[in-house]
């Protein structure tokens, strides 16, 4: 059973870098068609596909974030990473990091991790 | 504004059956997906490829498609049943979305 984990700091001052990891555990991101993929949850709110990376480096994101965004595959083979530059109070989410099978007009998000609060507060 | 429209909310008696509607343009193409969300949890995985579960979730749960609208049904309604449940696909420039979520109350 592949398990996730996101780390990195809580509290991120507004117009700096919001950074994190995800460490995958119990199974292996290089599987064919399976993606690294992160999403948020403001509180109260509906969930929001930040974006994802292939094990080869390739990368997508949501249009609302991706001057702002950068998911990348970390120098282990089983973390991936999210940075998110310019924060503002809007970017305070629970984030999650999921794994994401998308194939052939099929996507899904079949692992994700407990998801971690990032306040963005002076 | 999500370009997969859900129900915020819907309700059903315990034992009865209740269906959870996502409708979009694009779910012609794309299959949907389908999570459960407690409070304070991750979502879970329910429906994928539009009638496939994965492995532990009850058969209650079921998906199916009809044009642009995709829907998850639970025969048989459980308390543990009561969450938030979100379908995920493709909008109109083939990004991934999700819908805004329906709030499922098990009375």
């Known amino acids: 059973q592949v398990q996730l984990q996101e780390s990195g700091p809580g509290l991120v001052k507004p117009s700096q870098t919001l950074s994190l990891s995800c460490t995958v555990s119990?199974?292996?991101?290089?599987?064919?068609?399976?993606?690294c993929s992160w999403i948020r949850q403001p509180a109260g709110k509906g969930l929001e596909y930040i974006g994802r990376?292939?094990?080869?480096?390739?990368?997508n994101y949501n249009p609302s974030l991706k001057s702002r965004v950068t998911i990348s595959v970390g120098t282990s083979k089983n973390q991936f990473s999210l940075e998110l530059s310019s924060v503002t109070a809007a970017d305070t989410a629970v984030y999650y990091c999921?794994?994401?099978?998308?194939?052939?007009?099929?996507?899904?998000?079949?692992?994700w991790g407990r998801g971690t609060l990032v306040s963005v507060s002076s | 504004s999500s370009e997969l429209t859900q129900d915020p909310a819907v309700s059903v008696a315990l034992g009865q059956t209740v269906r959870i509607t996502c409708q979009g343009d694009?779910?012609?193409?794309?299959?949907a997906s389908w999570y459960q969300q407690k409070p304070g949890q991750a979502p879970v995985l329910v429906i994928f490829?539009?009638?496939n579960r994965p492995s532990g979730i009850p058969d209650r749960f079921s998906g199916s498609t009809s044009g642009n609208t995709v829907s998850l049904t639970i025969t048989g309604a459980e308390a543990e049943d009561e969450a938030d449940y979100y379908c995920?696909?493709?909008?109109?420039?083939?990004?991934?979305?999700f819908g805004g979520g329906t709030k499922l109350t098990v009375l």
């Open positions: 999921a794994t994401l099978y998308s194939h052939a007009g099929v996507d899904y998000f079949d692992f």
């Open positions: 694009r779910l012609i193409y794309y299959s």
């Open positions: 990376i292939s094990t080869g480096g390739s990368t």
């Open positions: 119990g199974g292996s991101i290089s599987r064919d068609n399976y993606y």
């Open positions: 995920n696909s493709r909008d109109t420039s083939g990004d991934v979305i």
């Open positions: 490829g539009e009638n």
